[in-house]
């Protein structure tokens, strides 16, 4: 059986629990026939950085760059400024190892609550791509007068035709791959940001042309909230930038189950990717079993699915639909019905026994 190398960071708060429960999943899945998991551990995060000082340091990024893929659990400690660790290690492993798409799935499993009235499994089913290394946290910006009356701030959206190009090539083809209803919906705001989405949409449509497939769809970023509530089986796949992209995907968590249930892809396709549960490290659960592990999972799935171990991405899959399904009753920590570790056991038993629908 193939063994992949796997870089695991959990990180910090909860992340080391739910990764826990992801790699217990992980064994669960070499044990039923699948393949194995070399795991490599880095202790990255707000401890060490207290400790040490360290933040990511460069054998740290070599290491991963050796490897087949990455497991990360969360980053953000209450005793370090805010910027630090998202700046000096999350964004730096996207920026360093070009992870230069995030993919994120928003799917509403059945029995899973979604807030939007009216609105099931059926409905709820499409996928962001958001580009992750350019726009707004390309870092491009400055003070100036910094702290007087007359200070001034200015924060650039850094987009380069190549990064755009490879981002929105990247959605044509997922989107052709996905082979649903191969609709493509690119979200801007060429209404007022006109140089930015300029671009973006003028190589949206020139990479149209090469796949005459997909039926292209733009529509600005607010009109994109108010469809996510209000008609969210609009959508197929949507592509955009950063910020946008990271603001739109919180509220996919929302329509599709919450924090507990939400994953996504710091993808390179030609290089080690990184997989993540899209919630922060929720400090104030720490050590109490009581955060969902589900999303840590699901991005453990995507990760198998990613490597191309597709039987053992579906037996993941089907094990996280069973539990959601049979088992656990809210997402949201605390309130499941069951602990951390509790879930994890039973994601396991549904890999040793798939249920039978
Ligand atoms: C996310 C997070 C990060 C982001 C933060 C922690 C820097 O919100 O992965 O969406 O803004 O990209
Ligand atoms: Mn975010």
């Not at 064994?27 to 707000?46: C, M, R, S, W």
């Not at 991963?64 to 910027?83: N, T």
Request: proline content about 5%; some cysteine; hydrophobic content about 40%.
């Amino acid at each position: 059986m193939k063994a992949y190398n796997i870089g695991v960071i959990p990180g910090d708060g909860t992340g080391p629990e739910v990764i826990a429960e992801a790699v217990k999943a992980l064994k669960a899945i070499t044990d039923a026939g699948g393949p194995e998991f070399n795991l490599v551990y880095h202790d990255l995060g707000g401890d060490r950085y207290l400790k040490k000082g360290e933040l990511l340091p460069e054998w740290v990024l070599r290491e991963l760059r050796q490897m087949d893929a990455v497991l990360l659990g969360a980053l953000g400690h209450p005793e370090v400024k805010p910027g630090i660790l998202e700046r000096e290690v999350l964004l730096k492993l996207r920026f360093e190892l070009d992870l230069y798409i995030n993919l994120r799935p928003i799917v509403l499993f059945p029995g899973v609550y979604t807030p939007i009235k009216d609105k099931g499994p059926e409905d709820i089913d499409f996928v962001v791509v958001r580009e992750n290394t350019e726009g707004l946290y390309a870092g491009s910006g400055g003070f100036l007068r910094k702290g007087t009356p007359d200070e001034i701030a200015i924060q650039e959206s850094v987009n380069t035709r190549r990064g755009v190009e490879r981002c929105i090539r990247f959605a044509f083809d997922y989107c052709r791959r996905r082979n649903r209803r191969k609709k493509l919906t690119l979200c801007g705001k060429t209404n007022v940001l006109t140089y930015a989405f300029d671009l973006w949409e003028r190589v949206f449509r020139e990479v149209g042309r090469d796949y005459p497939d997909i039926e292209l769809d733009y529509a600005h970023v607010d009109a994109i909230c108010m469809w996510m509530v209000k008609n969210p089986e609009y959508f197929d796949v949507i592509v955009t930038d950063n910020m946008f992209g990271d603001i739109i995907t919180d509220l996919g968590a929302m329509i599709q189950g919450g924090m507990g249930i939400a994953a996504g892809g710091n993808v390179n396709p030609k290089a080690v990717s990184m997989f993540e549960p899209i919630s922060g490290s929720a400090p104030k659960y720490t050590g109490l079993n009581k955060i969902n592990p589900l999303a840590a999972i699901c991005a453990a799935q995507m990760m198998l699915d990613h490597l191309g171990e597709a039987s053992a991405a579906s037996m993941l899959l089907e094990a996280v639909k069973a539990v959601v399904k049979n088992d656990v009753r809210s997402m949201d920590a605390g309130k499941m019905g069951y602990g951390t570790r509790e879930v994890g056991d039973l994601v396991v038993k549904y890999i040793v026994e798939p249920m039978t629908t």
